[in-house]
């Protein structure tokens, strides 16, 4: 079956520090994977996409990296700001799907 | 604004009742997608179109469920005899259709629906 789990499913830290979101799945066969930040009553807007020969891929203070190999990815958020707070989703897209498979989200509450 | 937009963005009805959202797509995009999202989950895939035609359906997709694109530009989701587990945020995207490339879905902002 295929899966997207995220970890930890919510977090809290203080503004400025630095976090990293854990993004696990089940999906073959692998296209791509995306990181989407969602803020609360809004639609999710996109902040990575990676296919699998992409390890790393950057956006301003947010950095998703991707071991295709044991099916993991990271989303890192340096120098963490109020803005931040929000849920963020990993979703993988299936090859030759048109439909994306989302996981749960991790909701980040970025404390002053 | 030339993005992904619905309407209505709120919507409280009571049970039994029929309800239609509306979802306006990027312009020059000819895929559109619904999604639906519960509190603390992420969004479910419910149906997607190509131009008019209805591609694919989920198996969320109730026969109480009905989604139309007439002319492949907005799209229309259709619930009666609405339940109180329908209530949930409806989600629509859209994208292009390219041959290669990430084919991106660019999302709406949603309309929440409350069923009393």
């Known amino acids: 079956k295929n899966q997207v789990e995220q970890s930890p499913q919510s977090l809290i830290i203080l503004e400025g520090k630095n976090c990293t979101l854990q993004?696990?799945?089940?999906?073959?066969?692998?296209?791509?994977l995306r990181w989407y930040k969602q803020d609360t009553g809004r639609g999710p807007v996109s902040l990575t996409i990676?296919?699998?020969?992409?390890n790393t891929k950057s956006n301003g203070r947010y950095t998703a990296t991707l071991d295709a190999d044991t099916k993991q990815s990271s989303l890192h958020i340096t120098a963490s700001q109020l803005s931040d707070s929000a849920s963020y989703i990993c979703?993988?897209?299936?090859?030759?799907?048109?439909?994306?498979?989302f996981g749960a989200g991790t909701r980040l509450a970025v404390h002053p | 604004d030339t993005g992904v937009s619905q309407n209505p963005r709120h919507k409280i009805t009571k049970r039994g009742q029929n309800v239609t959202f509306r979802c306006d797509p990027i312009?020059?995009?000819?895929?559109l997608y619904w999604y639906r999202q519960t509190l603390g989950q992420g969004p479910e895939f419910l149906t997607y179109?190509?131009?008019?035609?209805?591609?694919?359906k989920s198996r969320l997709l109730s026969d109480r469920f009905s989604a139309e694109r007439p002319k492949g530009s907005f799209s229309t989701l259709e619930i009666q005899r609405t339940e109180q587990g329908d209530s949930a945020m409806y989600l629509c995207?859209?994208?292009?259709?390219?041959?290669?490339?990430?084919?991106?879905?660019?999302f709406g902002p949603g309309t929440r629906l409350t069923v009393l």
């Open positions: 995207a859209s994208s292009q259709s390219l041959d290669a490339g990430y084919n991106e879905q660019f």
């Open positions: 993004c696990n799945y089940t999906v073959s066969p692998f296209s791509n």
């Open positions: 990676m296919t699998f020969s992409e």
């Open positions: 979703v993988v897209r299936a090859g030759g799907y048109n439909k994306l498979i």
């Open positions: 312009s020059e995009h000819n895929r």
């Open positions: 179109f190509q131009n008019e035609a209805q591609l694919e």
